[in-house]
């Protein structure tokens, strides 16, 4: 493919005057002539990754820019208002029915919608994008038209924004969900078999599904018929989930196998119990009926990317299919500074008695930096509430339920802490709302939980993804501060298994990461 340096002035007029950023050609000359069906770029927050990806899709007839979240897809949209944006339909209004969101469209080929092809806004929105060379989608919106209605797939590039999430969006689409509440309507009772290695667990599992799937269907029947007479909106409604539930006991029918799990949760939303099924990896037969043959060519891009053997494991790849490059932050290091001070051995045989060493070294830090506001991730719980427990004014945590209302109280108060085990990920800091980080325990996966400690005594494999999966957790976490340039947040990193994982697998960590990093 012939390389366009000039493809960034040229196509994207907020760019129009723009220059390259260290690193952003190489990685677009990189991407475009890479022989392999998926290049990963590890590009740092600031590094202009948005830039790289749709100069790349521009050297394309027509390409696909996923995201992860809609403030994502709204950012994008804005810096490139020449690519058009697709977003799921609750995002439109229905014409037909104005107190109802698209999501709610009644329309079904049983019941059809006049108004579909003529003033129908999603449908038009789609048409639109469909047709269009630059489009911005997200994950779950590929999923679902990609591989239910058929649209939205076939495309010679895919950009694959935040890819470290990429193996959850794929999970969450192929694992098989089932409330309690929809088992008491069907009046059937969870699987025998809790397990696909006990005796007959497959075939258990499969005449269990095959037999809701059975009763749905005939369900489905009963309400066809009521949809042909005119039945109300809910019947529609409930038609459409119902068929949708049958999507997913077809993808589980097709693929469980013995290396399925199975378990009791409890949901997030009603906190009662919901029964999943998942594999404990996704298996090449998976990722490529659902995701990658949407595309001739995807790339992955995030700040933290696993080593490649086991994002191979993770997205049903051989490593032999991956190129990856890195690019370096163009945020001074001295501006993100990562400070290793171990003071305690937070791992469960010594976690008592190294306990009052964090609290005491926790102590110091916010006292040098009393008037400043900053956040301790801890991981756990039980660090959480020791850390509350010392009674320090200016900490402010969090349950499950109120963690919105809470931060909003903690961007609001000056000097005030941010203490908790759930806030790697998507916390976005700038300047005076974080100006240091205390990671107080090596982020690593409860074993308590079933898939993390299947992955961990399964294989050898296992035991490297659970390292890899701190590993990014820590750099993630270490990155809520620092937003944009100008920005500066220091990091103290006081467990001693983060040491221990930094000395004893350095390659797990990306290199501009460990530039920053030096004992305090
Ligand atoms: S197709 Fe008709 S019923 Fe469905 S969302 Fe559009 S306007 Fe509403």
Same mark, same amino acid.
């Given at each position: 493919?012939?390389?366009? %340096?000039?493809?960034?002035?040229?196509?994207? *007029?907020?760019?129009? !005057? $723009? =220059?390259?950023?260290?690193?952003?050609? +190489? /990685?677009?000359?990189?991407?475009?002539?890479?022989?392999?069906?998926?290049?990963?770029?590890?590009?740092?927050?600031?590094?202009?990754?948005?830039?790289?990806?749709?100069?790349?899709?521009?050297?394309? %007839?027509?390409?696909?820019?996923?995201?992860? *979240?809609?403030?994502? !897809? $709204? =950012?994008?949209?804005?810096?490139?208002? +020449? /690519?058009?944006?697709?977003?799921?339909?609750?995002?439109?209004?229905?014409?037909?029915?104005?107190?109802?969101?698209?999501?709610?469209?009644?329309?079904?080929?049983?019941?059809?919608?006049?108004?579909?092809?003529?003033?129908?806004?999603?449908?038009?929105?789609?048409?639109?994008?469909?047709?269009?060379?630059?489009?911005?989608?997200?994950?779950?919106?590929?999923?679902?038209?990609?591989?239910?209605?058929?649209?939205?797939?076939?495309?010679?590039?895919?950009?694959?924004?935040?890819?470290?999430?990429?193996?959850?969006?794929?999970?969450?689409?192929?694992?098989?969900?089932?409330?309690?509440?929809?088992?008491?309507?069907?009046?059937?009772?969870?699987?025998?078999?809790?397990?696909?290695?006990?005796?007959?667990?497959?075939?258990?599992?499969?005449?269990?599904?095959?037999?809701?799937?059975?009763?749905?269907?005939?369900?489905?029947?009963?309400?066809?018929?009521?949809?042909?007479?005119?039945?109300?909106?809910?019947?529609?409604?409930?038609?459409?989930?119902?068929?949708?539930?049958?999507?997913?006991?077809?993808?589980?029918?097709?693929?469980?196998?013995?290396?399925?799990?199975?378990?009791?949760?409890?949901?997030?939303?009603?906190?009662?119990?919901?029964?999943?099924?998942?594999?404990?990896?996704?298996?090449?037969?998976?990722?490529?009926?659902?995701?990658?043959?949407?595309?001739?060519?995807?790339?992955?891009?995030?700040?933290?990317?696993?080593?490649?053997?086991?994002?191979?494991?993770?997205?049903?790849?051989?490593?032999?299919?991956?190129?990856?490059?890195?690019?370096?932050?163009?945020?001074?290091?001295?501006?993100?500074?990562?400070?290793?001070?171990?003071?305690?051995?937070?791992?469960?045989?010594?976690?008592?008695?190294?306990?009052?060493?964090?609290?005491?070294?926790?102590?110091?830090?916010?006292?040098?930096?009393?008037?400043?506001?900053?956040?301790?991730?801890?991981?756990?719980?039980?660090?959480?509430?020791?850390?509350?427990?010392?009674?320090?004014?200016?900490?402010?945590?969090?349950?499950?339920?109120?963690?919105?209302?809470?931060?909003?109280?903690?961007?609001?108060?000056?000097?005030?802490?941010?203490?908790?085990?759930?806030?790697?990920?998507?916390?976005?800091?700038?300047?005076?709302?974080?100006?240091?980080?205390?990671?107080?325990?090596?982020?690593?996966?409860?074993?308590?939980?079933?898939?993390?400690?299947?992955?961990?005594?399964?294989?050898?494999?296992?035991?490297?993804?659970?390292?890899?999966?701190?590993?990014?957790?820590?750099?993630?976490?270490?990155?809520?501060?620092?937003?944009?340039?100008?920005?500066?947040?220091?990091?103290?990193?006081?467990?001693?298994?983060?040491?221990?994982?930094?000395?004893?697998?350095?390659?797990?960590?990306?290199?501009?990461?460990?530039?920053?990093?030096?004992?305090?």
């Amino acid at each position: 493919m012939d390389f366009n %340096p000039h493809i960034l002035t040229q196509r994207f *007029s907020h760019f129009s !005057q $723009a =220059q390259y950023r260290p690193g952003q050609l +190489e /990685a677009i000359r990189y991407i475009l002539t890479s022989p392999k069906p998926v290049t990963v770029l590890i590009a740092p927050t600031g590094s202009g990754k948005s830039i790289i990806g749709m100069c790349s899709m521009a050297h394309h %007839p027509r390409a696909s820019y996923l995201c992860s *979240s809609r403030q994502l !897809q $709204a =950012q994008i949209t804005t810096d490139f208002p +020449e /690519a058009k944006l697709m977003m799921g339909r609750s995002n439109f209004q229905c014409d037909l029915n104005l107190h109802l969101t698209c999501a709610e469209c009644v329309h079904t080929k049983l019941s059809p919608c006049v108004l579909k092809h003529i003033t129908c806004e999603y449908e038009q929105q789609k048409q639109e994008v469909l047709k269009h060379p630059l489009q911005i989608l997200n994950y779950s919106y590929l999923l679902y038209e990609g591989n239910y209605v058929g649209k939205f797939s076939d495309y010679p590039l895919i950009i694959c924004d935040e890819a470290d999430t990429l193996e959850s969006k794929l999970a969450g689409f192929v694992n098989l969900t089932i409330p309690s509440s929809l088992l008491q309507r069907l009046n059937i009772t969870p699987p025998a078999r809790k397990t696909a290695t006990s005796k007959d667990g497959v075939s258990v599992w499969q005449a269990w599904a095959k037999k809701i799937k059975s009763v749905v269907e005939t369900e489905l029947a009963i309400l066809k018929a009521d949809i042909m007479e005119g039945a109300s909106e809910d019947t529609i409604k409930l038609f459409k989930r119902l068929e949708s539930f049958v999507g997913r006991l077809r993808i589980f029918l097709a693929h469980v196998d013995q290396t399925w799990l199975y378990q009791q949760l409890e949901s997030r939303y009603s906190h009662r119990p919901v029964w999943t099924f998942q594999p404990v990896w996704l298996t090449p037969a998976l990722t490529r009926e659902y995701f990658w043959r949407h595309g001739q060519k995807h790339v992955l891009m995030s700040a933290t990317m696993p080593p490649k053997p086991i994002l191979a494991q993770l997205l049903g790849l051989s490593s032999g299919d991956i190129d990856v490059i890195e690019i370096d932050s163009t945020f001074p290091a001295c501006n993100r500074p990562v400070l290793l001070k171990p003071v305690a051995d937070m791992s469960r045989r010594t976690f008592d008695t190294d306990l009052p060493h964090l609290l005491a070294e926790i102590a110091k830090i916010l006292t040098k930096h009393r008037h400043e506001r900053g956040v301790i991730h801890t991981k756990s719980w039980r660090i959480a509430e020791a850390v509350m427990g010392t009674g320090n004014p200016r900490l402010i945590t969090h349950q499950g339920q109120d963690k919105h209302e809470a931060l909003t109280r903690f961007k609001q108060q000056p000097s005030s802490v941010w203490v908790s085990p759930s806030s790697e990920r998507g916390l976005d800091l700038p300047d005076d709302q974080c100006r240091f980080i205390i990671i107080a325990k090596a982020p690593y996966e409860s074993l308590a939980d079933k898939l993390v400690s299947s992955r961990v005594y399964g294989s050898s494999l296992g035991k490297y993804w659970y390292k890899s999966a701190c590993a990014q957790d820590i750099v993630q976490a270490s990155g809520r501060g620092v937003r944009h340039e100008q920005d500066y947040c220091v990091t103290y990193l006081l467990d001693k298994q983060i040491e221990l994982l930094l000395t004893k697998h350095a390659g797990l960590f990306p290199r501009y990461w460990k530039q920053a990093v030096d004992y305090a």
